[in-house]
């Protein structure tokens, strides 16, 4: 072989998929605990009701969804909570109704302690393409922590993946050379 | 199908590793982010616009890292380069935002993003095609001469005229044999990175061809070089979509898990060729790109009414894909023939390398 030894590159790929495990282990363990969405939808970044956009995907005009408003810790299904800009986000919520969307109508309204939604998702576009825009994700801040906390896994799992596969053909005794840049063959 | 909660939808794994094999093996070979390619794709599996373009862009940032680690061991990266490219590319990169930003007050920016996109990869493709075909027909010209041929042939005048600017300090990068004032190097930063920020792509498919036919770098260290690059920019873009809540990690994950196996068998794949044929592949990566985006500016202009223009556009990006891989795929593997002396078309010798030994 070139390089280094192949017991070498043996512990350089048992350590390096180790430590792959470990962090693509991260990544699993805080999604499966919650612990990522509630990074993500953190606070409210505008004036409006707190919800859970998924809980009413289906809803039409003829067939609209109403959200019971109240002071709730945890949104399960078809609940929405007050909230104003900067307030913590209750458990389960990934997206807040605007308090303009509400006035407008269009789209939901205020009826009595409860908003009835008629047009969960519209199509949209971006970059040419169309996508389907709900209210799921609108105007939620997420926790800057979260964003160092991304690029700091991200650049730590292509580390321990690259090293892992250099480690791997390392010990299978492919040889990788530098290339001769300058000269012919 | 798996639900992703951040993103809100569900959608196939297998589709996005495979997305991530696709891109990672025309990344690590050209030396791009593919976000051209991506972000359409991830539009088309269900993902809304803004967290196709962020999760595109923190796949790009780790995707860099591993192509960087491979293209460091096959002796690809000049880190003089590399790194006094960087602070350029970063301050262009925040002018190219703060441009585009501009250009969304006055209400146009996906017409000029899309035209802008359209001028400067047919300008780019142009030139690559025009002066890697010469560079091929002298190649073979010497091969049938019996003339040894070395790993790179570029017939470009250009890289004369920027490395004798004598404005001081002077850079020699040894890597890449290259001496040249640093001005340049941080000028060609700045355009490349402003150009990427404001049409929002990682600018690897500009950034390789400055290096080649503005610095004079060969283009195996210009892929590896621009890696580095898309390691920084990429990185930083993460951060950027991050922070805006645009990241959905559980899709970056399964996108780098296919990315792995593309960026290696991509990186390995330019010990087999030489430089020409890389520039043709990413020719021709350009050219499918600007008929995908002139087709969506046909489709934004006709005032999204001419669904069938968008469809193409889609069809056109995910074929690219397959297209691009298929030829680098089937390059090397005429290599492997033409090492072992079997028959290979006529246009293989000059761009593959004869030898086992790099």
Known sequence: MAGPSKLRARIKFVFWTAMSVICVGIVVRSHVTGQMASWYYYTAALDGYAVNAKAFMHATAESPAFLEIGPFSRLDGLQAVRVGKGDRLPANANGIIPVEVLEAGKRASLVGDQIRVTIPWQMQEAKGFKYKDSFMHKGIQTNPWAAVWNVVMVIAIGLSLGFMAEGLTDALGMRFEKISHFQGH | ?358
């Open chain 2, 1 to 358: 199908m798996f639900t992703f909660p951040i993103a809100g939808i569900d959608a196939p794994i297998l589709l996005l590793v495979l997305v991530g094999l696709t891109v990672g093996i025309v990344g690590g070979f050209i030396g791009v982010g593919g976000g051209y390619m991506v972000t359409p794709a991830l539009i088309v599996f269900g993902f809304p616009g803004y967290m196709a373009s962020g999760i595109d862009m923190t796949h790009i940032a780790g995707k860099g890292v591993v192509s960087t680690i491979r293209h460091r061991q096959l002796g690809n990266i000049d880190w003089t380069l590399a790194l006094s490219m960087v602070a350029g590319t970063m301050l262009g990169v925040e002018l190219g935002v703060r441009l585009l930003v501009y250009f969304k007050t006055l209400g146009i920016s996906t017409v000029v993003l899309l035209i802008t996109s359209v001028v400067v990869m047919f300008v780019l493709f142009l030139y690559t095609q025009i002066e890697t075909r010469r560079a091929h027909i002298k190649l073979k010209e010497m091969s049938r001469d019996g003339v040894e041929m070395g790993r790179e042939l570029q017939t470009s005048n250009l890289p004369r005229f920027f490395q004798n600017i004598p404005l001081a300090p002077i850079m020699r990068c040894r890597t890449a044999r290259v001496v040249v004032s640093m001005w340049v190097v941080v000028a060609v930063g700045v355009v490349t990175g402003a150009l990427a920020g404001f049409l929002g792509v990682g600018g690897g498919f500009i950034r390789v061809p400055a290096l080649v036919y503005l610095v004079g770098a060969s283009t195996h260290i210009a892929v590896g070089t621009d890696l580095v690059e898309i390691v920084f920019s990429g990185g930083y873009g993460a951060l950027r979509h991050s922070m805006e809540g645009h990241v959905d990690m559980v899709a970056v994950l399964f996108m780098i898990s296919g990315a792995m196996l593309g960026a290696q068998l991509g990186s390995i794949a330019t010990s087999f060729v030489r430089g020409p044929a890389i520039r043709y592949i990413l020719s021709y990566s350009l050219v499918l790109a600007t008929c995908g985006a002139v087709l969506r500016l046909l489709y934004v202009l006709t005032g999204q009414s001419v669904e069938i223009l968008s469809l193409f556009a889609v069809m056109l990006t995910l074929g690219e894909m397959i297209f691009l891989c298929l030829f680098i795929l089937s390059l090397v593997m005429f290599a492997q023939r033409h090492r072992k002396g079997k028959w290979v078309p006529d246009w293989v010798p000059p761009l593959v390398m004869a030898q086992k030994r790099s």
